[in-house]
């Protein structure tokens, strides 16, 4: 058997172990803990391997166990790993409570993990200038001064390369302040090729509001393509050409989590594949679809055979 040479998809970022509770409630009355892993741009991987591209995923990891789960779980779905095992910081840790009438809670333990000690070095500099696509969000940059250098040495590795740079905004309050985050966003999104954001993210950040004025406005800035995500209401793709409705996929939605990657994943692996952007932005509407369908921040991304499926009659597969 001979290896795959088709140029993948390579994303850097943290990753961590996930904690989730089985039922309803509050995390103080669980009895049970579900163990699994999470993280936008290793869940991203994932869905792109899924839908048969290449991806790998950089970044660095406490040599612990929890490490090992998330380098093992990477690596069961396919994605190789390029990850810095750090004996000085022990892998972080994210705590999801399910739904219930307060609403679902997500907790992190990461402020001195190995994702805020990721560095320019820890890159795979040979990995980025051989990728179809790099995929970057803006967590990574939130999380320390160290980890922005990594993001921004990331872009510069793959321009110096002629690989195209995919960023989505992925804004977290809970690592920083929308002052603060608006100006690096802003900067990072003006040097990707291929942007995604959220209509209520942009809102947070003192962008404008509306998805068409939004995208003329990021688009202006610098990149080819932006794709402003409007939640139930689908997306609008924004281009030098003009713009193009997504229409929402209607599902069954059980955990909205992951919904975003997911939708980025469908995007990218068509990219890799070299369809045009129409096919692009239905795979990704689709995928973002199917992750709604089932719990966990990765568990339900499709395969290819499974996203054919979808919208057809409920069958049982004998």
């Not at 390029?82 to 399910?98: C, W």
């Amino acid at each position: 058997m001979t290896a795959d040479t088709t140029p993948g998809l390579v994303t850097v970022g943290e990753s961590l172990a996930l904690l989730t509770t089985r039922e309803p409630g509050r995390l103080r009355h669980a009895h049970e803990l579900l163990l699994s892993v999470g993280g936008a741009e290793s869940n991203t991987a994932i869905g792109v391997r899924r839908l048969g591209a290449p991806a790998t995923w950089i970044g660095r990891l406490g040599d612990d166990e929890l490490g090992e789960l998330i380098a093992r779980t990477l690596r069961a779905e396919q994605v190789a790993v390029a990850a810095t095992a750090d004996p000085q910081a022990p892998t972080s840790l994210m705590l999801k409570e399910r739904a219930s009438a307060a609403g679902a809670q997500v907790s992190y333990y990461r402020a001195t993990g190995p994702g805020a000690r990721l560095r320019p070095d820890d890159l795979d500099a040979a990995a980025i200038a051989e990728a179809g696509v790099l995929h970057l969000t803006g967590i990574t940059p939130a999380l320390s001064p160290s980890a922005r250098a990594t993001v921004e040495a990331a872009i510069e590795l793959a321009r110096d390369a002629g690989v195209a740079v995919s960023f989505d905004v992925n804004l977290r309050t809970k690592l920083w302040s929308p002052a603060d985050a608006a100006p690096v966003l802003l900067e990072l999104a003006a040097r990707a090729d291929h942007l995604f954001v959220g209509a209520d993210e942009a809102a947070a950040l003192g962008w404008p509001g509306d998805p068409s004025a939004l995208g003329a406005w990021l688009l202006a800035r610098g990149p080819r393509i932006v794709v402003v995500k409007l939640g139930a209401d689908g997306a609008l793709a924004v281009t030098a050409d003009g713009e193009l409705p997504v229409p929402p996929v209607p599902v069954e939605a059980v955990d909205p989590v992951g919904a975003g990657d997911a939708f980025a994943a469908g995007y990218l692996a068509e990219l890799l594949a070299g369809r045009p952007l129409p096919e692009r932005l239905a795979t990704a509407a689709a995928c973002g679809a199917f992750a709604c369908t089932g719990r966990g921040d990765w568990e339900a991304f499709p395969t290819r055979a499974e996203l054919a499926r979808l919208g057809r009659p409920e069958e049982v597969v004998r």
